[in-house]
C-alpha cells in the first residue's frame, strides 16, 4: 500500500536539507562573487565545484542506483551487496586521484593544479558515504542522511567564508571539502544500523562479480546523467573562458536550486516505485499521476516568476553577474522539462528497465555536446543554456515514448500538461502586461490571476482533495 505520510515525511527530511544546503551554498557564492568582484575568479572555483559534483555522481559507477533498488525491495539490508558497491567505489575513487591531479596540471592554469589533487582524494571517503547513504535511502531513513549533511554543508560554507576572508587560495578552500568528507564518512560509520553492514565480514567475492556484471548499464546511465547536468559549465570554461564561466555558473545554480525540490521528491519515491513495481500494486498509477501534477503545478508558475525577476535575482551578485539574466531567463524552463523526465526515469529504473534510460541519455550526450561547441562559441552563455533546455525536451520526449511503448504504460502526461498549462499562459499574459511594474505588484498579482486559472479550468478533482484528506491525518 502506498504510505503517502512516510513520503511526505522524507520529503521534508530531504527537502530540509536540500533547501539548507541551497541557502547555505548562495551565501558561500554570494561571498565570494562579492569579496572578489571578478568572474574569473568565480570561474575557477565554479570548474572545481562541478568536478567535485561530477566525481561524485561517477565513483560508485551507478551501482548506488542498485544498491538503492535492492535494499528498497529486500525486508532486510543485503549486507554483501553493500559491501560490494562499497569495494568497487574504493577502487575507482583511489584511480581517480592521480587521474584529477594530472588532469589539473595538463588543462588548467597552475593556481587551480593542487585543487584537482584534493578534488581527487576526496572520493575515497565520498565512496564510504555515497554506499552509506544508498542504504538509508533504501529504507527510506531520510532523517539521518539529511543531518549529517546539513552539518557537513554548513561546515563547509563557514569555513571556506572564513578562509576567503583571510585571502586563502583555491587550494585551501578545496583542501577543507576534503575535511569534510571525511567527517561525513566517519559520521555515518558511527551509527549502529550501517556499522553492522558494513563490515569486511559481508565481502563476498561471488556478490562483487554480480555487481560488477551489473555495473556498465548503471555506470553509463549515472555518467551520461551526470555529463548532461555538468558539461555546460565545463565547456565554458574552454570555449568561452573562466570569465563567461563565471558569469554561467550563478544562472545555473539558481537552475539547480529550482530543480532541488524535483529532484529530491524523485529520491524519495524511487524506493516506493522499486516496490509497487515488484508488487504489482495499483497505487503505481496513482502516484504517477499525482507526481506529474505536483510537479507542473508548482514549477510552471515558479519558472515564469524567477524569468520574470531574473535581472534583479542576480543583481544581488554584482552589477557584472546581472548580465547572465538572459540565460537564467532560459535556464528555469528547463527545470520544468526536467522534473517531468525525472519521474519517467524512475519508472524505468524502478521498473527495471534500466536501459530505457541509457538510450534515452546515449542519444541526448552527443547531441548535447555538438550543441555545446556550436553555440557557445556564437552566444556564449545563452548558448548553452540554449542547449540545455533543448537537450531537456529530447530527453524527455524521448523517454516518454519509449516507456509507453516498452512498459505498456498508458501515460497521463499530455492530459495532466493541458489544465496546470493553461493556467501557466494566462499566468505569463499577466506579467507580460504588468511588465515594467514593480515585482511587488506583478508577483501577487500573478499568483491571483494563476489561482483563479488553477479554480476556473477544474485543475482540483474530487481525487486531489480526498489525498489532501488522507494526507493531513
Given amino acids: ?37 571578478s568572474p574569473e575568479r568565480v570561474g575557477e572555483f565554479a570548474t572545481l565545484l562541478t568536478a567535485f559534483l561530477l566525481m561524485q555522481h561517477v565513483t560508485l559507477l551507478g551501482l548506488n542506483v542498485l544498491l538503492i533498488r535492492d535494499v528498497a525491495a529486500a525486508p532486510d539490508v543485503p549486507a554483501d551487496r553493500v559491501m560490494a558497491t562499497l569495494a568497487i567505489g574504493v577502487a575507482v575513487s583511489i584511480v581517480l586521484v592521480p587521474l584529477f591531479g594530472l588532469a589539473g596540471l595538463a588543462k588548467y592554469p597552475p593556481s587551480m593544479a593542487p585543487s584537482f589533487w584534493f578534488v581527487g582524494l576526496s572520493m575515497i571517503p565520498t565512496a564510504f558515504a555515497l554506499t552509506a547513504e544508498s542504504v538509508l535511502i533504501g529504507k527510506e531513513r ?80 549515472v555518467a551520461l546523467s551526470a555529463g548532461l547536468q555538468r558539461l555546460d559549465t565545463l565547456l565554458l570554461g574552454t570555449l568561452g573562458g573562466m570569465d563567461a564561466a563565471g558569469l554561467y555558473y550563478i544562472p545555473y545554480r539558481v537552475y539547480e536550486m529550482a530543480l532541488m525540490v ?39 508558475p515558479i519558472a515564469l516568476s524567477v524569468a520574470l525577476a531574473s535581472r534583479e535575482i542576480l543583481a544581488v551578485f554584482g552589477p557584472r553577474f546581472a548580465e547572465g539574466h538572459a540565460a537564467l531567463q532560459i535556464l528555469v524552463f528547463a527545470v520544468v522539462v526536467g522534473s517531468i523526465d525525472l519521474v519517467l526515469t524512475n519508472m524505468s529504473i524502478g521498473g527495471n528497465r534500466e536501459r530505457l534510460a541509457l538510450i534515452v541519455l546515449a542519444i541526448a550526450l552527443p547531441v548535447y555536446v555538438a550543441l555545446l561547441v556550436l553555440l557557445i562559441p556564437r552566444w556564449g552563455i545563452q548558448g548553452a543554456a540554449a542547449a540545455t533546455l533543448a537537450v531537456a525536451f529530447l530527453k524527455t520526449g524521448s523517454l516518454y515514448f519509449l516507456v509507453r511503448r516498452q512498459i505498456a504504460w498508458s501515460g497521463a502526461l499530455l492530459t495532466e500538461l493541458v489544465r496546470p498549462g493553461l493556467a501557466s499562459v494566462a499566468l505569463g499574459a499577466a506579467f507580460w502586461l504588468l511588465r515594467g511594474q514593480s515585482l511587488l505588484v506583478s508577483l501577487p498579482t500573478g499568483a491571483g490571476v494563476y489561482a483563479a486559472a488553477l479554480a476556473f479550468t477544474g485543475t482540483f478533482t474530487a481525487g486531489d482533495l480526498a489525498l489532501l484528506r488522507r494526507m493531513s491525518k
Avoid: K
Avoid at 16 to 35: D, E, H, I, N, Q
Avoid at 191 to 204: D, K
Avoid at 267 to 284: E, G, I, K
Fill in 1 to 37: 500500500m502506498l504510505d503517502v505520510r512516510r513520503i511526505l515525511r522524507n520529503l521534508f527530511s530531504l527537502g530540509l536539507m536540500r533547501a539548507a544546503s541551497a541557502g547555505l551554498s548562495f551565501c558561500l557564492l554570494w561571498y565570494l562573487a562579492r569579496a572578489w568582484a
Fill in 142 to 221: 531520510m532523517g539521518v542522511l539529511a543531518a549529517v549533511n546539513c552539518v557537513e554543508i554548513a561546515a563547509r560554507v563557514a569555513g571556506c567564508i572564513a578562509l576567503a576572508a583571510v585571502g586563502a587560495s583555491l587550494t585551501w578552500l578545496f583542501a577543507w571539502f576534503l575535511v569534510g568528507r571525511v567527517a561525513a564518512a566517519v559520521a555515518y560509520a558511527l551509527r549502529p544500523e550501517l556499522r553492522a553492514v558494513l563490515a569486511p565480514r559481508h565481502f563476498t567475492p561471488n556478490m562483487l562479480r554480480t555487481y560488477l556484471r551489473q555495473c556498465p548499464v548503471f555506470f553509463l546511465i
Fill in 262 to 300: 524535483p529532484t529530491q521528491l524523485s529520491v524519495v519515491v524511487f524506493p516506493t516505485f522499486a516496490r509497487l513495481y515488484a508488487t504489482a500494486s495499483n497505487d503505481l498509477a496513482r502516484l504517477y499521476r499525482n507526481l506529474l501534477r505536483v510537479l507542473l503545478l508548482i514549477g510552471l
